[in-house]
Antibody, heavy 119, light 107 residues
Framework: QVQLVQSGAEVKKPGASVKVSCKAS????????IHWVRQAPGQRLEWMGW????????KYSQKFQGRVTITRDTSASAAYMELSSLRSEDTAVYYC????????????WGQGTLVTVSS | DIQMTQSPSSLSASVGDRVTITCRAS??????LNWYQQKAGKAPKFLIY???SLQSGVPSRFSGSGSGTDFTLTISSLQPEDFATYYC?????????FGQGTKVEIK
């Protein structure tokens, strides 16, 4: 069965960077893009970007352009999301999700990683 | 960015009730509209794509309709496990924006 397992919670200081991992299993990793979506407390879901599992090509939301980097390691069937220059507003649960039956739909999700930014 | 607006923001209903949630896009998105269910502290679950196509394994009491700018999610007979927050999401354009959510609570 398809599973996405994310790394554990992080606490970071303002200005620091965080890197969250997402390990995939149960399907051919290179056949599907992986997206990253975040949810701040009490807020709506927010798409950050995606990576093509096969080519490694990426696309980012303009909101995060310049601060977010999404990479993948095909030998580990894993994707990574690094967010830099953290501020308190970046406190959120970060999810990875597999691209679904149509482009930019999200059929399987990781369990989420809470990133807390606090001085 | 395309803005997605759901109504109502919350509703109270009883088991067995028919529930309808509306989602409106700020511009036409054809049928590039998807629905997710999220329970407290959990990741979203994929329910419906392309406005009306049921994801595999999703109970048939869930249905979706609409095109252009106006869409609906209907639960024909609300079950105890359906109490959750529901989000619409457009996949017509990048970024794929979400609605603010509709919380379905027990009456």
């Amino acid at each position: 069965q398809v599973q996405l397992v994310q790394s554990g919670a992080e606490v970071k200081k303002p200005g620091a960077s965080v890197k969250v991992s997402c390990k995939a299993s149960g399907y051919t990793f290179t056949s599907y893009p992986i997206h990253w979506v975040r949810q701040a407390p009490g807020q709506r879901l927010e798409w950050m970007g995606w990576i093509n599992g096969g080519t490694g090509n990426t696309k980012y939301s303009q909101k995060f352009q310049g601060r977010v980097t999404i990479t993948r390691d095909t030998s580990a069937s894993a994707a990574y999301m690094e967010l830099s220059s953290l501020r308190s507003e970046d406190t959120a649960v970060y999810y990875c999700a597999r691209d679904g039956p149509l482009s930019a739909t999200f059929d399987y999700w990781g369990q989420g990683t809470l990133v807390t930014v606090s001085s | 960015d395309i803005q997605m607006t759901q109504s109502p923001s919350s509703l109270s209903a009883s088991v067995g009730d028919r529930v309808t949630i509306t989602c409106r896009a700020s511009q036409s998105i054809s049928n590039y509209l998807n629905w997710y269910q999220q329970k407290a502290g959990k990741a979203p679950k994929f329910l419906i794509y392309a406005a009306s196509s049921l994801q595999s394994g999703v109970p048939s009491r869930f249905s979706g309709s609409g095109s252009g700018t106006d869409f609906t999610l209907t639960i024909s007979s609300l079950q105890p496990e359906d109490f959750a927050t529901y989000y619409c999401q457009q996949s017509y354009d990048t970024p794929g924006t979400f609605g603010q959510g509709t919380k379905v609570e027990i009456k």
